[in-house]
C-alpha cells in the first residue's frame, strides 16, 4: 500500500481526524503501522516478549486537555528526574518549554498520526506495580530491559524506530515510544507550523500569544525529529 500524501490533511496531521485508522481493543493505529505492529509481535512472543501497546492514537483534543491541565497546574509537570515541578515560580516561557520535556502541543503529538506506540510488557510488569513510562524501566536493571534489548534487535526490519531515543535538550529520552518510519517520515515533512497554527483557529491552547510568537523557535527543538 503506497501513502498518497493528498490524503493527509491538516486535520489527519493535527489528530482531528482518526477515520483512516484501524480500531483494536481501544486503540487506533495506521492501517500499515497495524500490520507491522502484529507482525513484530508475533515475532517476539516466540522469543518470550510480549509486546503490548500502552498508548495509541491520541487525538488532538485528549492533547489539549493534557497541554491546560499542565499549565493551570491541575497534573504535575515534572523536571527531569521526575520530580513536580513548582508552576509558582515560572513565567509563561519557561511553562511552555519545561512542558514540552515531556508532552507535545496540541496539533504536534506523534501520537496523532497512529504511527507511533508507547509500549511495555505486561508480563514483567511486577504484580501491583504500576506502569510509569519512566525510563529507569526500560534499561539496565528496569522491568523491561529484556524488550528494549529484543526492540534493538529486531525492530528496524519491522520498519519500527525510537523517534526520542536521544536527548539533545527537547523532548526527554523516551525508550518506550517507537514508530513506524515509512508513514512517518510523510507526516513528520508535511507539518508546517502554517498548518498547526491552522489546526489552533478557535482553539483555547493555554500560553497560546507566547507559543505563536515563537513557534518557529519551538518547531527547531522540539517537533519534525525523525
Ligand atoms: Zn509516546
Known amino acids: 500500500m503506497l501513502i498518497d500524501k493528498n490524503m493527509i490533511t491538516t486535520d489527519v496531521l493535527?489528530?482531528?481526524?482518526?477515520?483512516?485508522l484501524v480500531n483494536f481493543h481501544h486503540?487506533?493505529?495506521?492501517?500499515?503501522?497495524?500490520i507491522a505492529f502484529n507482525a513484530m509481535?508475533?515475532?517476539?512472543?516466540?522469543?518470550g516478549i510480549n509486546i503490548q501497546p500502552a498508548s495509541t492514537f491520541r487525538d488532538f483534543y485528549r492533547q489539549q486537555t493534557?497541554?491546560?491541565?499542565?499549565?493551570?497546574?491541575?497534573?504535575?509537570?515534572?523536571?527531569?528526574?521526575?520530580?513536580?515541578?513548582?508552576?509558582?515560580?515560572?513565567?509563561i516561557e519557561e511553562c511552555c518549554l519545561a512542558i514540552l520535556r515531556w508532552s507535545a502541543l496540541p496539533g504536534t503529538s506523534r501520537h496523532h498520526w497512529g504511527t507511533d506506540i508507547d509500549i511495555?510488557?505486561?508480563?514483567?510488569?511486577?504484580?501491583?506495580?504500576?506502569?510509569?513510562?519512566?525510563?529507569?524501566?526500560?534499561?539496565?536493571?528496569?522491568?523491561?530491559?529484556?524488550?528494549?534489548?529484543w526492540l534493538n534487535e529486531n525492530m528496524t526490519s519491522y520498519g519500527f524506530y525510537r523517534p526520542f531515543a536521544i536527548d539533545t535538550g527537547g523532548v526527554a529520552c523516551?525508550?518506550?515510544?517507537?514508530?513506524?518510519?515509512?508513514?512517518?517520515?510523510?507526516?513528520?515533512?508535511?507539518?508546517?507550523?502554517?498548518?498547526?497554527?491552522e489546526s489552533w483557529q478557535?482553539?483555547?491552547?493555554?500560553?497560546?500569544?507566547?507559543?505563536?510568537?515563537?513557534?518557529?523557535?519551538?518547531?527547531?527543538k522540539f517537533i519534525n525529529i525523525c
Open 14 to 20: 493535527t489528530g482531528k481526524c482518526s477515520d483512516h
Open 27 to 34: 486503540h487506533k493505529l495506521h492501517p500499515l503501522a497495524y
Open 41 to 47: 509481535k508475533e515475532h517476539a512472543i516466540k522469543d
Open 66 to 91: 493534557i497541554w491546560n491541565e499542565k499549565f493551570y497546574g491541575h497534573r504535575p509537570i515534572l523536571d527531569d528526574n521526575n520530580i513536580p515541578i513548582n508552576l509558582e515560580r515560572l513565567s
Open 120 to 149: 511495555y510488557d505486561p508480563d514483567r510488569l511486577p504484580c501491583g506495580k504500576k506502569l510509569m513510562l519512566e525510563a529507569w524501566e526500560y534499561h539496565n536493571d528496569g522491568y523491561f530491559a529484556n524488550l528494549t534489548a
Open 174 to 197: 523516551e525508550p518506550w515510544h517507537i514508530s513506524y518510519y515509512p508513514v512517518a517520515e510523510h507526516m513528520t515533512s508535511l507539518l508546517t507550523h502554517e498548518r498547526l497554527l
Open 202 to 220: 478557535g482553539e483555547h491552547i493555554a500560553g497560546k500569544y507566547w507559543l505563536e510568537k515563537n513557534i518557529l523557535l519551538i518547531f527547531r
